[in-house]
């Protein structure tokens, strides 16, 4: 008979729900027959605490926990789908200084902190009901509140324009399923040259509400500070009570 009921585990980068699953069933096979769901969805160029939850009384209050997230952004290009697995939009031909980057960081803790209402990324979880439901518009993308607060941020080394291109060919190709990714490193390999060298990135920490989005936090981020943002790594480091700590098999 299984006791607990809450089970805090450490979805890895690159690494689906479904072999997330699988994964944590290896390390508890006397629940294979239990009926188990699991709170905190992850796009697959994410990490981070997810819960695996056995039904009972009192559940619902999971589903409106405080995150923790960290976040590496990448300054002077854009995707359509906020992270590298998507078709570069924008490019910024006019290189940034350092001053520019800490005036933007001071400009997401002063402009971005509080509540926004904010779209939801393109090919999140909502955003794809929206596409399979009858009544979907082109760029009729639903909006919700988004609260950001405790944002933090610091620069970080300068990332090689072709390490990059290497690694966007590495995670593309290691996700399961169709998501346009001929389509993708095709559009990657036509552009790359337009980045410069070296890209510079910073990496932001904040807590959030329930249903808020980094990839919504990083557009934002790029409408206010007039720099083309996108996302390489995203790591939730809390959830609620349990953090990264409280999960085993890292």
Known sequence: MVNNKVFPWWKRYGETIRETRERFLLFHP?????SIRYEGRLDPLAEGVILFVIP?????VLRHLEKVYEVDALLGFRTDSGDVLGFIEEVSIIPFSINDIHSAQQQARELLAGCHQLSIPLYSSPHIKELRGK??????ISKREMCFSEIQSETLPPIERDELLSEVERWVFSIPGDFRQQKILSRWRRIISLLPEQILSIRFSFRVNSGSYVRSFLAEFSRQTKIPTTSLRIRRTMMGEWSEQDCPFL
């Open 135 to 140: 009544g979907y518009r082109e760029g009729a």
């Open 30 to 34: 006397e629940l294979r027959d239990v």
């Open 56 to 60: 009972h009384n009192g559940e619902e």
